[in-house]
């Protein structure tokens, strides 16, 4: 960060080449190189211990009351059950009997909204008998269950025989444990579940943000089945897809190679980024669309066409239809499209010319992505029975898209419940409290945890050429900085005046710009400084080095727990 804030000091007003020069901005043999190598390195990375490739497919569909026996085939000792839960909620009555007529309670199994497409367990409570032969269990409303493990006191499996087929037909996938490679975390347990339910035609249950993503997250479970690695699986494919798209972004906005090369990397190895686009949530994508439509609209201020600013607009209206923050970068877009017609009106243009322009706008910013919008949700009209074009042109799904508004709104304006790892927006800039997706503790003194936050690199630097581009932007009138500075803004001011419950990770938008901001400095010293290339390839290597000393709490890969504090709990904040 020192050498951004002494580059500063000295630093000149940007030459007027550097801004609009299209030397050095052509795709190259060199570029695709690199940005190869980054996306190997990175794809690697990402889809390594994703999640499980495997977990029950097969359910048994409990009606309410109903009950299924499973016979040991002899008396034996139960530990304990592990049931795979599948959809819908309710609770689960264990019973066991050493005669099948005579049944005595053991546990109670609940399959609440936070326990779905997860291991949970049984254990037979102290006083109960864990010698028995038989074992029932009755759902106290409809309920789906995907697998039953039965152990005996060493851990092992019990064979059991019963009618209902489908809890062991894929007793070889049982694991030793609840893990996150395993089974869903965090809101996956919304997301991933929602997913589903479109699959399957059913009523959505997550309901409380556009359903565009939760159609992406579907798209990987199509492919590799209701697994963690199928529920994260477009998750991670958007996270790599975002480094070309950034990569040309840079290149086409400073030109060079070592400015897009090392501002990918960075990006690529970015903590909020790779967690992030690991979990089964729908952030990724709007941090997808962002970057194109931002990238489209600078490529369209910067003597593009109108079908820049066209796809600009598409892309837009995709990302509000996955999540609703997607507006507030649209906000930004109108700002950045407004002075730019603003200097062109000042230069001459026709009136005539700028009236066609908006009404440009209005179709592509607003007609479109409504439309896009509104047919977005027609897993919503499936579920209801809808299907065909026809439905689109109902009363009935007209009402489904009007009433999800209206419950959106009124939700995200009413959470203000307490979480241990809630943070404001003034604690994101400086990556005070990071948000913990999932802590596991082992008996052998090691843990796997992961949480969301920026690498401290980015983080920091990032504000500190954010704040540079500013004032460039005020003082010297310099267009790029203005450019990043307003899209970083956008996305970070709304929040300033939400009072719901917000996290860390709805600052992973603003990465992009911070990410823009540092290439901003990168490309003025490659051209104001002798010795650019060291800060420039440092800062990086420094970067990557941090992603690596902290891949264990971004991962969940085991680590001592002792030795993880007392290495990376930087801040007494950081929940390491």
């Known amino acids: 960060m020192l050498f951004i804030l002494l580059f500063y000091i000295g630093c000149p007003a940007p030459k007027t080449a550097d801004l609009s020069s299209d030397a050095g901005r052509s795709f190259t043999r060199r570029d695709a190189l690199a940005l190869g190598l980054i996306l190997i390195i990175y794809s690697a990375v990402a889809f390594y211990n994703l999640g499980d490739t495997k977990a029950p497919q097969s359910f048994h569909h409990f009606e309410a009351g109903e009950s299924v026996e499973l016979d040991l085939g002899r008396e034996q000792t139960v530990s304990s059950l592990m049931l795979y839960t599948g959809l819908n909620t309710g609770s689960y009555t264990v019973e066991y009997s050493h005669d099948g007529e005579y049944w005595y309670t053991a546990a109670t199994v609940e399959q609440n909204y936070a326990a ?5 367990s049984a254990e037979f409570s102290d006083g109960v008998d864990a010698d028995t032969r038989y074992i029932r269990l009755t759902a106290d409303r409809e309920l789906f269950l995907g697998e039953v493990a039965v152990k005996a006191a060493n851990g092992s499996l019990i064979e059991c025989t019963t009618t209902a087929t489908e809890l062991f037909d894929e007793q070889s996938i049982v694991p030793d444990y609840q893990y996150y490679l395993n089974s869903t ?10 997913a589903y339910e479109h699959i399957q035609g059913v009523n959505p249950y997550e309901i409380s943000h556009p359903p565009l993503g939760k159609l992406i997250i579907a798209f990987g479970i199509k492919l590799f089945g209701m697994t963690p690695f199928g529920w994260r699986f477009s998750g991670v494919l958007f996270g790599v897809g975002m480094l070309p798209v950034l990569y040309v972004f840079l290149k086409k906005m400073f030109g ?10 960075i990006f690529a ?6 967690t992030q686009t690991r979990i089964a949530t729908i952030d990724t994508y709007a941090v997808f669309f962002i970057l194109l439509m931002y990238l489209f609209m600078y490529l369209y201020v910067n003597g593009g066409r109108l079908r820049h600013l066209a796809l600009s607009g598409v892309f837009f209206g995709i ?7 997607c507006l507030y970068a649209g906000a930004g877009l109108a700002v950045i499209w407004l002075i730019h017609w603003i200097r062109r009106l000042k230069d001459g243009c026709g009136a005539r010319r700028f009236i066609k322009n908006c009404l440009f706008c209005l179709v592509f910013f607003v007609v479109i992505p ?10 919503y009209g499936t579920a209801k029975g809808m299907h065909g074009v026809g439905m689109f042109f109902t009363k009935e799904y007209a009402d489904i898209v009007i009433e999800n508004q209206k419950f959106m709104f009124t939700y995200h304006s009413g959470v203000h419940s307490e979480h241990p790892y809630s943070s404001r927006w003034y604690q994101w800039v400086l990556d005070i409290r990071p948000i913990l997706y999932y802590l596991l503790y082992f008996n052998d003194g090691t843990r796997s945890s992961f949480g969301a936050f920026l690498n401290p690199v980015l983080c920091w630097a990032g ?3 954010i704040v540079i581009c500013a004032y460039l932007a005020v003082k010297r009138r310099d267009k790029v900085s203005a450019f990043i500075v307003i899209g970083y ?6 929040w300033v005046f939400i009072t719901r419950t917000t996290f860390e990770y709805h600052y992973f938008p603003s990465a992009v710009f911070l990410t823009l901001a540092v290439c901003r400095i990168f490309s003025l010293m490659r051209t104001e400084t002798k010795y650019w290339k060291a800060n420039v390839y440092g800062l990086t290597a420094l970067a990557i080095i941090l992603f690596a000393v902290f891949y264990p709490v971004l991962s969940g890969q085991p680590v001592n727990s002792e030795l993880a504090t007392r290495l990376l709990k930087w801040i007494p904040s950081w929940p390491f």
């Open 116 to 120: 779905l497409f997860k291991w949970v």
């Open 185 to 194: 975390y965090f809101d996956e347990i919304y997301h991933a579940r929602t």
């Open 256 to 265: 060079g190679f070592a400015v897009p090369a090392c501002g990918t990397a």
């Open 269 to 274: 190895f970015d903590f909020m980024h790779f």
């Open 319 to 325: 990302g509000v239809a996955c999540k609703w923050t």
């Open 370 to 379: 409504c439309l896009v919008y509104y047919v977005s949700y027609f897993a």
């Open 463 to 465: 504000l500190v050429a």
């Open 489 to 494: 803004l956008a996305q970070l001011l709304p």
